[in-house]
């Protein structure tokens, strides 16, 4: 199979959201923290009608309809997600009905999980599945869906909510370039679930970013050695068109991508002219572990990074500063955003994508865009997603009424025997939404 990638997507986040500034102001932030320190706008969430399960099957079901795919033409199917509802049944057998009414049982695959990592996994699997000698000619679909919940507290603004489908096959307009793949895996404490009774992860937030600052060197680094070998030149940003982050929160996504100037800057690379290496100079004796801490480091590889950051990362996160972390869908979620701004400017363009998950593991990896032919073009992945139609229609919630629902769902989390309001009134027609967890905690849904 030649150019296997991404041929259709599907982006689902709740109607349910919060502005940050409200937010903000309803936890006695001072002014400006999470719109312009974390750089977010809004954060989506499930209310107690929605889960990942339910966000998943509506993302599913509305990729199959809107590009007209047959169910039996799944070969295998593949969840990222680190929202854990059952320790044992993965959310792929919650999905599998949709292709159980059709007499498809023959599908591979179930979940894969590393915080945000997970659906970088399950692309992976998906794409190394199709590029194999055990390909069956049939498609492969993955979803990354998650609910990022946190405890009161700073961590609490860095929450959203979303499922992304991608329907995974040869031909496709968004092709991997499947040498260039560099990965950094290590064993660290930065952001774990230990406690199997809570949804919340227990964070140490300082240590996350410097962890996603480090892993973003190494995969960087990685990825440049292999770019020079196969290419015989050295890489620099100027030869990703675009680069896509997964995004906690925006002002990372910033500190990330000047982060990657600053390397291009200690290798010499072509993307630091004479103003930009006069600029960085004063800190190239600096300690790794010392370049992590300095503010001036930042604000001056920050100014370096300004041009290049417009052009090659802002069209990537408008979903992103707008849903806010969606954790396995993140990534994805800016790489929605990218095709959704540009999708008539990328035929020919290269984008580097870097996913991240705690623990830690993480990679950078290269995808390549044509434009492709219905039903599997970006124009008509851009008119499937609608993104500007979703983000209009939501319902923004007061802070009350949000920390209610948190309540609410902390006390359902891990629970049984209950029911649902069922309310609906919010949710689109074609979503899927939870009714009742019964006796023996098995969860029903309806579909609106
Ligand atoms: N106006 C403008 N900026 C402000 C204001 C203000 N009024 N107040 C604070 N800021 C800035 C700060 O200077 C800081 O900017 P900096 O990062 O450039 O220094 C930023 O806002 C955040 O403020 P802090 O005080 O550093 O934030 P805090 O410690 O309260 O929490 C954190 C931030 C750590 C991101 C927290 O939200 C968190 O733990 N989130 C979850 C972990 C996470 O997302 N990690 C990322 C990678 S791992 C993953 O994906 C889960």
Request: hydrophobic share 15%; glycine share 16%; charged share 15%.
């Given at each position: 199979a030649k150019n296997v990638g991404i041929l259709a997507m599907e982006i689902y986040f709740p109607p349910t959201c919060i502005k940050q500034e409200v937010l903000e102001a309803h936890d006695g932030a001072s002014k400006g923290k999470y719109t312009i320190g974390l750089g977010q706008d809004c954060m989506a969430f499930c209310s107690e009608v929605e889960d990942v399960i339910s966000m998943s099957m509506t993302a599913v079901t509305s990729l199959l309809e809107k590009y007209n795919v047959d169910p039996k033409q799944i070969g295998r199917l593949e969840v990222g997600s680190e929202t854990v509802l059952d320790k044992s049944k993965s959310i792929k057998t919650f999905l599998m009905p949709i292709f159980e009414k059709c007499g498809n049982t023959d599908i591979e695959g179930v979940d894969s999980s590393n915080a945000c990592y997970g659906g970088t996994a399950a692309l992976f699997n998906c794409v190394n599945w199709v590029e194999s000698s055990s390909w069956d000619g049939r498609y492969g679909l993955v979803v990354c869906t998650d609910s990022a919940v946190y405890a009161e507290?700073?961590?609490?603004?860095?929450g959203g909510a979303a499922a992304i489908a991608m329907l995974i096959g040869p031909n496709a307009p968004i092709a991997f370039e499947s040498k260039l793949r560099s990965s950094h895996m290590a064993h660290v404490y930065d952001f774990y679930k230990p406690d199997l009774a809570s949804e919340y992860p227990v964070v140490d937030g300082k240590l996350s970013q410097t962890c996603y600052l480090m892993a973003l060197d190494a995969c960087y680094k990685g990825f440049c050695q292999k770019f020079e070998k196969m290419e015989g030149k050295q890489f620099s940003v100027l030869d990703a068109d675009y680069v896509v982050f997964h995004s906690p929160y925006n002002k990372l996504v910033q500190k990330s991508f000047s982060r990657m100037l600053f390397n291009d800057f200690l290798r010499n690379a072509s993307s630091i002219d004479e103003a930009a290496k006069e600029k960085l100079a004063p800190f190239s004796s600096l300690s790794i572990e010392e370049s992590y801490q300095s503010r001036d480091l930042e604000k001056a590889s920050q100014q370096v990074a300004k041009p290049f950051y417009d052009a090659k990362v802002q069209p990537t996160t408008l979903i992103p500063k707008q849903v806010g972390n969606m954790y396995t869908a993140s990534l994805y979620a800016a790489f929605a955003s990218l095709i959704h701004n540009k999708s008539s400017d990328l035929a020919g363009k290269r984008v580097i994508l870097f996913s991240y998950g705690s623990g830690l593991s993480a990679t950078m990896f290269s995808l390549r865009f044509t434009e492709g032919e219905a039903p599997f073009s970006l124009s008509n992945i851009v008119s499937v997603m609608s993104v500007a139609e979703k983000l209009k229609s939501r319902h923004e919630l007061e802070p009350e009424k949000f920390v209610e629902l948190m309540k609410l769902m902390e006390h359902r989390y891990g629970g049984k025997d209950f029911i649902t309001s069922k309310d609906c009134s919010l949710l689109a027609p074609g979503t899927y939404y939870l009714t009742e967890v019964d006796s023996k905690y098995r969860r029903f849904y309806a579909k609106k």
């Open positions: 507290g700073p961590a609490r603004p860095t």
